[in-house]
């Protein structure tokens, strides 16, 4: 999933004129594929609380891809049907970051005690 909302940002950054906010659209494309790549370099590790520790470093890229959506939303150079789906997208990963977490540190959520 992480590489699907990846791939759809990337897309949406080639439309967007070369000289128009250069520095953004970079910290764009860093943001949204450290999400996949820290989860992935987590995967490799050797112990799981390294994995935890890499799954948190993902989150915090992904929650630095949806300022950057919002600010790119607020700019128009993002549609808010391509911010829509984007958004989506990320809170579904949130969603699944946090149940991978708590699956690997044995934690639960409140409403499941």
């Given at each position: 999933?992480?590489?699907?909302?990846?791939?759809?940002v990337?897309?949406?950054?080639?439309?967007?004129?070369?000289?128009?906010?250069?520095?953004?659209?970079?910290?764009?494309?860093?943001?949204?594929?450290?999400?996949?790549?820290?989860i992935?370099?987590?995967?490799?590790?050797?112990?799981?609380k390294?994995?935890?520790?890499?799954?948190?470093?993902?989150?915090?890229?992904?929650?630095?891809?949806?300022?950057?959506?919002?600010?790119?939303?607020?700019?128009?150079l993002?549609?808010?049907?391509?911010?829509?789906d984007?958004?989506?997208?990320?809170?579904?990963?949130?969603?699944?970051?946090?149940?991978?977490?708590?699956?690997?540190?044995g934690?639960?959520?409140?409403?499941?005690?």
């Amino acid at each position: 999933m992480a590489v699907d909302l990846a791939e759809k940002v990337l897309d949406n950054l080639e439309v967007i004129p070369t000289n128009k906010h250069l520095r953004l659209i970079s910290q764009m494309e860093s943001a949204v594929t450290s999400v996949a790549l820290n989860i992935a370099e987590g995967k490799g590790r050797q112990y799981k609380k390294e994995f935890v520790q890499f799954l948190h470093i993902s989150e915090g890229s992904l929650y630095e891809t949806v300022t950057l959506l919002e600010i790119f939303r607020r700019k128009g150079l993002f549609n808010n049907t391509v911010y829509s789906d984007l958004r989506t997208r990320c809170e579904t990963i949130d969603r699944k970051l946090n149940g991978l977490r708590n699956s690997l540190t044995g934690k639960t959520r409140e409403y499941e005690r």
